[in-house]
């Protein structure tokens, strides 16, 4: 069987995603209806339901929509089915996951339990005659929110938890539950899911270092501190003093040198952003730098910043409001790619008053959470918040692991080759046979299992070595959507920090 998702009629952050997981599909040929039985799966978010019942009709494998609960509602009473019973929280399935026990019954799902994280996320499968439909339902349009973000804390194990201001909506786990579910469909029909990996070798190190008006001498001792491991970070400049851009960054020719602000600031218009960039850039050409990347203020992101971010000519940018610990990828319309970042810095961890070897136990436990789940690592640092003992423990680990470091830049013209690089695939028996090679390693997920492999034609599937992985990062919702009295402290910091500049 040639293994593809046929699509139709999908929202782009569907398809975002697919692109993300570096999952084949193609749009279905609505006037080749008979062809469509080639595809393994067809995932669709169209709301006409007689579409749905054309394709079910014709199509002979599982069906998955997507779609926002009301609409599923719809379609129960269309179909007369009896709307399906919660047999099993899918929260307790991920944790103990038994794929067959699953499948074995109709299920409704919460993510997440009551927490309020999911409520809004539901799996639901349907047994319509002989067909096989599923429905997730997710209500897309509301779940991309790129413009709001608020503050969350995050997991760790101990009792106060660090916390920042990101992107509010849950894109990172929206992305796996759409993979896991077109996971345990297809191994319904016990059948592999074989994408491409997110990183190019086994583990991936990224630095970043926003510059943030720290002096030149804090900067010239992390610079130190990279080269004695060598780390090649990338360094989001400020423009506020000179001589330190002439007499030290400039001169830093093995790390990548990116643009953070002229003024500490984002707007919320197009005119001033644009300005508050190109008077830093100007300043920045004078030394014959020309940063490829920016990453803004606070991590802070609008429409009107993208704008800016296009028309200043940038081909990345980072912005944990907009997106953080996820795989890259573009705001709509743009082709200026969002890589997101693991948002906690130092910085934060010490106003949840972590002692360093909290904040080092903390970071070494995200590098191993991250590298089992063949996701990129990618830390940030402020000079001024020196801690370069903290710093050092984790060059430490990462030299440790064998870790690959790149650049954003790099990992951006990694990221943009994997984009080109077609993946086909057949499946005959118990073989995956590579039609199209993409010539990066490759994810093989199978009975709730993962194993990376590189090979080069055909590779028995059932003989690889699978490793449990988890499906989420770690996380503790109860607690980490408790309230804490601190974020009136925190907003208070922010308000004033704002005023300064
Ligand atoms: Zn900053």
Same mark, same amino acid.
Request: glycine share 2%.
């Given at each position: 069987?040639?293994?593809?998702?046929?699509?139709?009629?999908?929202?782009?952050?569907?398809?975002?995603?697919?692109?993300?997981?570096?999952?084949?599909?193609?749009?279905?040929?609505?006037?080749?209806?008979?062809?469509?039985?080639?595809?393994?799966?067809?995932?669709?978010?169209?709301?006409?339901?007689?579409?749905?019942?054309?394709?079910?009709?014709?199509?002979?494998?599982?069906? &998955?929509?997507?779609?926002?609960?009301?609409?599923?509602?719809?379609?129960?009473?269309?179909?007369?089915?009896?709307?399906?019973?919660?047999?099993?929280?899918?929260?307790?399935?991920?944790?103990?996951?038994?794929?067959?026990?699953?499948?074995?019954?109709?299920?409704?799902?919460?993510?997440?339990?009551?927490?309020?994280?999911?409520?809004?996320?539901?799996?639901?499968?349907?047994?319509?005659?002989?067909?096989?439909?599923?429905?997730?339902?997710?209500?897309?349009?509301?779940?991309?929110?790129?413009?709001?973000?608020?503050?969350?804390?995050?997991?760790d194990?101990r009792?106060e938890?660090p916390?920042?201001?990101?992107?509010?909506?849950?894109?990172?786990?929206?992305?796996?539950?759409?993979?896991?579910?077109?996971?345990?469909?297809?191994?319904?029909?016990?059948?592999?899911?074989?994408?491409?990996?997110?990183?190019?070798?086994?583990?991936?190190?990224?630095?970043?270092?926003?510059?943030?008006?720290?002096?030149?001498?804090?900067?010239?001792?992390?610079?130190?501190?990279?080269?004695?491991?060598?780390?090649?970070?990338?360094?989001?400049?400020?423009?506020?003093?000179?001589?330190?851009?002439?007499?030290?960054?400039?001169?830093?020719?093995?790390?990548?040198?990116?643009?953070?602000?002229?003024?500490?600031?984002?707007?919320?218009?197009?005119?001033?952003?644009?300005?508050?960039?190109?008077?830093? &850039?100007?300043?920045?050409?004078?030394?014959?730098?020309?940063?490829?990347?920016?990453?803004?203020?606070?991590?802070?992101?609008?429409?009107?910043?993208?704008?800016?971010?296009?028309?200043?000519?940038?081909?990345?940018?980072?912005?944990?409001?907009?997106?953080?610990?996820?795989?890259?990828?573009?705001?709509?319309?743009?082709?200026?790619?969002?890589?997101?970042?693991?948002?906690?810095?130092c910085?934060?961890l010490r106003?949840s008053h972590y002692t360093d070897n909290e904040k080092?136990?903390y970071?070494?436990?995200?590098?191993?959470?991250?590298?089992?789940?063949?996701?990129?690592?990618?830390?940030?640092?402020?000079?001024?918040?020196?801690?370069?003992?903290?710093?050092?423990?984790?060059?430490?680990?990462?030299?440790?692991?064998?870790?690959?470091?790149?650049?954003?830049?790099?990992?951006?013209?990694?990221?943009?080759?994997?984009?080109?690089?077609?993946?086909?695939?057949?499946?005959?028996?118990?073989?995956?046979?590579?039609?199209?090679?993409?010539?990066?390693?490759?994810?093989?997920?199978?009975?709730?299992?993962?194993?990376?492999?590189?090979?080069?034609?055909?590779?028995?599937?059932?003989?690889?070595?699978?490793?449990?992985?988890?499906?989420?990062?770690?996380?503790?919702?109860?607690?980490?959507?408790?309230?804490?009295?601190?974020?009136?402290?925190?907003?208070?910091?922010?308000?004033?920090?704002?005023?300064?500049?």
């Open positions: 069987m040639d293994f593809k998702i046929g699509i139709f009629s999908i929202h782009p952050f569907l398809e975002m995603i697919l692109k993300q997981e570096g999952i084949p599909f193609e749009d279905i040929d609505q006037d080749n209806f008979e062809l469509i039985n080639k595809y393994a799966l067809i995932i669709t978010d169209y709301d006409e339901s007689d579409m749905i019942e054309l394709i079910s009709e014709k199509f002979h494998n599982e069906i &998955l929509v997507i779609n926002p609960t009301y609409i599923a509602k719809r379609y129960f009473e269309l179909l007369k089915t009896r709307t399906p019973r919660i047999t099993i929280p899918l929260s307790e399935f991920y944790k103990n996951p038994s794929f067959k026990s699953a499948l074995d019954r109709s299920f409704l799902a919460d993510f997440y339990g009551d927490s309020g994280l999911f409520k809004d996320y539901k799996v639901i499968r349907i047994k319509n005659n002989n067909e096989n439909i599923y429905m997730l339902s997710i209500s897309l349009e509301e779940s991309f929110l790129f413009d709001k973000s608020c503050r969350k804390q995050f997991f194990f009792k938890l916390s920042e201001v990101v992107g509010k909506k849950y894109i990172y786990e929206i992305r796996n539950i759409i993979l896991q579910t077109i996971n345990i469909i297809l191994y319904s029909k016990n059948i592999p899911l074989i994408h491409k990996s997110y990183i190019p070798q086994n583990s991936l190190f990224i630095f970043r270092i926003d510059t943030d008006f720290c002096t030149k001498e804090e900067a010239e001792n992390l610079y130190k501190l990279c080269q004695k491991y060598d780390i090649k970070a990338t360094w989001f400049l400020d423009t506020y003093n000179e001589k330190t851009i002439r007499e030290l960054y400039a001169k830093m020719a093995d790390q990548e040198l990116g643009f953070h602000c002229s003024r500490h600031l984002v707007f919320d218009n197009y005119e001033e952003n644009f300005q508050n960039i190109q008077s830093g &850039l100007s300043i920045l050409k004078k030394h014959g730098i020309k940063p490829k990347g920016y990453a803004a203020p606070f991590g802070e992101w609008n429409s009107y910043l993208q704008k800016a971010i296009e028309k200043s000519g940038f081909l990345y940018s980072s912005e944990f409001s907009y997106d953080y610990d996820n795989l890259p990828s573009y705001p709509i319309a743009s082709n200026v790619l969002q890589i997101p970042i693991h948002p906690i810095s910085g934060r106003r080092i136990a970071y070494k436990r995200v590098i191993d959470e991250k590298i089992d789940r063949n996701e990129p690592v990618i830390l940030y640092h402020h000079p001024h918040h020196k801690k370069l003992n903290v710093i050092e423990e984790i060059f430490r680990y990462v030299k440790l692991k064998k870790m690959q470091n790149l650049t954003m830049n790099n990992y951006r013209i990694w990221w943009q080759k994997r984009e080109k690089r077609k993946l086909e695939y057949v499946l005959n028996k118990d073989k995956i046979f590579l039609q199209k090679n993409p010539k990066i390693p490759l994810i093989i997920d199978y009975e709730g299992k993962r194993v990376i492999d590189n090979f080069s034609e055909s590779v028995k599937y059932k003989d690889l070595e699978y490793k449990n992985y988890p499906f989420f990062l770690k996380n503790d919702p109860k607690r980490q959507e408790k309230w804490n009295w601190r974020n009136w402290l925190y907003k208070y910091e922010s308000w004033k920090g704002r005023r300064k500049v």
